[in-house]
């Protein structure tokens, strides 16, 4: 199961750039499909955006198309996600997660990335 450890949130102002990491020290992650979720307050969590390993293209959420890039290293067991034009409406707690291994297609439900990090914190202020 992988162990995932998500760092470089932090608190920045509207219009900034921010850019997550996730790295799993303990597995390969080259045939897990990553996904990047989030969670605002009060809100479900939503899947913002994912790397898939099959064909190694990547999917975002509509409303974060060109705001946000989702890549991977998977050299070094990490995943990242850069995020532009940073909004308020953003702010929130953003997860790494990853499918199980070998999960076909473009999984694209939440329940599809059972293995999650601890989250990391993103506020964005005006």
């Known amino acids: 199961q992988a162990q995932l450890v998500e760092s470089g949130g932090g608190s920045v102002q509207v219009g900034e750039s921010l850019t997550l990491s996730c790295i799993d020290s303990?597995?390969?992650?080259?045939?897990?499909?990553m996904g990047w979720l989030r969670q605002s307050k009060g809100k479900e969590r939503e899947l913002v955006a994912a790397a898939f390993w099959q064909d190694a293209s990547n999917r975002y959420a509509d409303s974060l198309k060109g705001r946000f890039t989702i890549s991977r290293d998977n050299a070094k067991n990490a995943v990242y996600l850069r995020m532009n034009k940073l909004k308020h409406e953003y702010t929130a707690v953003y997860y790494c997660?990853?499918?199980?291994?070998?999960?076909?297609?473009?999984?694209?439900?939440?329940?599809?990335?059972?293995?999650w990090g601890q989250g990391t914190k993103v506020s964005v202020s005006s």
């Open positions: 997660a990853a499918t199980v291994p070998y999960t076909k297609g473009q999984p694209s439900r939440i329940n599809d990335y059972p293995n």
């Open positions: 303990v597995r390969t992650l080259s045939q897990h499909t």
